[in-house]
């Protein structure tokens, strides 16, 4: 069976196709191109295509998304929530509450530079407030230990004993993009 597929003509001379992050098929190819030239190329890949939509489709399910206009939002939760959850575990760890940054990273959730200055995403704030919190723990833990040793998780652990099940509900938003439009 054909898949359901948007066709986007243009200049190029070669036939493409590919499966957006949000399952729907894209197939790009020359302006003046005969359709049954697309369909047959289309109907040889249809095995291909199902599987990636499909994979495509419930990675889509599963994530969590958000869109351009969250982002100022979720800065401004960052910037109100996390002085107060950094200053009451720097107090139960006996640190004073380091200065702190939010960023838009989206390959990590926190750090701590050399100068013991920490840094978060505001992609964080899209987690429940244990795993929030877990975050947190584990860059004031940095500040006394700049790796992940023994001693590291030492510290996690006494401040949150279960910091591992708040670890694993970590997700990274999927941003929407406009390639998903109709
Ligand atoms: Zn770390």
Known sequence: MMPDYKLIRSK???????????????VRAPRRMPLFMIEAFLSRRSEWIRNAAEKQRKKAAAAVRVSEKDIDRLRTQAKE???????????RMGLEPPPFRVTSARTRYGSCSAKNSLSFSLFLMVNSPEAIDYVVVHELAHIRNKNHGPRFWAEVGSVLPDWKARKKTLVMPVLDTDSSHE
């Not at 190029?12 to 894209?26: I, K, Y």
Request: a neutral charge.
């Open 12 to 26: 190029r001379t070669t036939l493409s196709v590919e499966v957006d992050a949000s399952g729907h098929v894209l």
């Open 81 to 91: 929530i996390l002085p107060g959850r950094i200053a009451f575990f720097a107090g």
